[in-house]
C-alpha cells in the first residue's frame, strides 16, 4: 500500500505520529467510451474557452465565480491555507460507538504508527476497545476540512470519514404519515420468514456479480474473435501522467491482457467450478431471493459453502 498522508494523531498531551493509507480498493473491470460506427476511441480534453487551446493539468487553477467577478485560486493559494498546512489528527471526543449512523460513514483509511515505538498507539487502540468508545476527530486532507470517526479494527486503527450534518438529508415521503395497521399474525409471519433467512454474515461468500458477468462477456467475445484491433481503436499515442513519465498503452494493455490470462487459467478447475456456484447461490440469497417451493416459514436457511 501506498501511504497518501502523514500526520499525528492528538488528545491532550498525547501526539501518536501516524502514516494513511485507503482502506479500501475498486475492482471494476475498465471500460472507455468508443464511436459505435468505427470503435475509434473517443477522448475528452480540457480546453479554454478564451483561445480554443488543449490546457495542460499542470496549467490549470481552481476560480470561484459570483456572477460577476471571477477570483482565481492558484495551488499556493490553497496550500497557504492554516487548515490545509496542518498535519494534525485532533480528537474532539470520545463518544459511546452505538451513537455514530452508519449513514453517515464515507471513505475509510487505515492508521500504521509512524514512530520507532508503538507504545501510544496501541495504548489508545487498547482504550478505544476497552471504553467501547470511538473517538471523533478533525482533519484536512485534500483540501477539505473532514470529520471522521477513529475506531479499532483487529490490531489497526482506521479512520473513517463521516459526512457532515447538513450533507444528509432529510427523508419526506407523505405516504409514511398515514398511520397503517400491522396485526399480530402478520407480524408473526414476517419474523419466520426472517428468521429462515438468518445467518451469520461472511462477507467472502458474496461477489460483485455484474462485474463478474461483465468479465465473462469480454471473455466470450474475445474467445469468439468478436473484438476490434486495439492499435486501430486505442491508437498509438503515448500518454503523461503527472509525474511526466511517458506510459506505453499498448504494452500496459498487453500485459494487463496477460496477466488477466494467467488468473484465469490458475483459477480454472473444479475448485474454481464449485466456487463460482457458491458465489451464484450466496448473490441470489443477498438479492433476499424467496424460498424454495414447498419452504416451510422458520426453516433455517442454509449457508453456502
Not at 498525547?14 to 460506427?37: G, I, W
Not at 470529520?147 to 432529510?170: H, I, N
Not at 468479465?215 to 501522467?241: N, P, S, W, Y
Request: proline letters at 4%.
Amino acid at each position: 500500500m501506498r501511504t497518501i498522508w502523514k500526520g499525528a494523531l492528538t488528545f491532550g498531551l498525547v501526539n501518536v505520529p501516524v502514516k494513511v493509507y485507503s482502506a479500501t480498493e475498486d475492482h471494476d473491470v475498465p471500460l472507455h467510451q468508443v464511436h459505435a460506427a468505427d470503435g475509434g476511441r473517443i477522448r475528452y480534453q480540457r480546453i479554454c474557452e478564451l483561445d480554443g487551446e488543449v490546457v495542460p493539468y499542470a496549467d490549470i487553477d481552481k476560480a470561484y465565480d459570483d456572477g460577476e467577478r471571477t477570483v482565481v485560486l492558484t495551488a499556493d493559494d490553497i496550500a497557504s491555507l492554516p487548515a490545509e498546512r496542518s498535519r494534525e489528527i485532533e480528537v474532539v471526543e470520545f463518544v459511546p460507538s452505538d451513537q455514530i449512523d452508519l449513514l453517515t460513514l464515507d471513505k475509510a483509511y487505515y492508521l500504521e504508527p509512524d514512530s520507532t515505538s508503538p507504545k501510544a498507539y496501541v495504548l489508545l487502540r487498547q482504550t478505544l476497545e476497552q471504553t467501547d468508545r470511538t473517538a471523533i476527530v478533525r482533519f484536512s486532507l485534500r483540501q477539505k476540512t473532514r470529520l471522521a470517526a477513529l475506531r479499532v479494527r483487529g490490531d489497526v486503527l482506521v479512520l473513517q470519514t463521516l459526512l457532515w450534518a447538513d450533507e444528509v438529508r432529510e427523508p419526506a415521503f407523505p405516504a409514511l404519515d398515514e398511520p397503517v395497521k400491522i396485526s399480530a399474525k402478520e407480524l408473526e409471519l414476517s419474523a419466520s420468514l426472517v428468521e429462515s433467512f438468518s445467518g451469520d454474515f461472511d462477507p467472502d461468500q458474496f461477489v460483485d456479480e455484474y462485474q463478474h458477468e461483465l468479465r465473462t462477456l469480454i471473455d466470450a467475445k474475445l474467445k469468439k474473435g468478436d473484438a476490434l484491433d486495439t492499435a486501430e481503436t486505442f491508437g498509438e499515442q503515448a500518454e503523461k501522467d503527472a509525474g511526466g513519465e511517458v506510459i506505453d498503452l499498448m504494452a500496459a494493455l498487453k500485459a494487463s491482457v496477460e496477466r488477466s490470462r494467467a488468473a484465469r487459467a490458475e483459477s480454472a478447475g473444479d475448485d474454481g467450478a464449485r466456487g463460482a456456484e457458491a458465489s451464484d447461490t450466496a448473490s441470489k440469497t443477498a438479492k433476499g431471493a424467496r424460498p424454495a417451493k414447498g419452504a416451510k416459514p422458520g426453516t433455517k436457511a442454509k449457508k453456502a459453502s
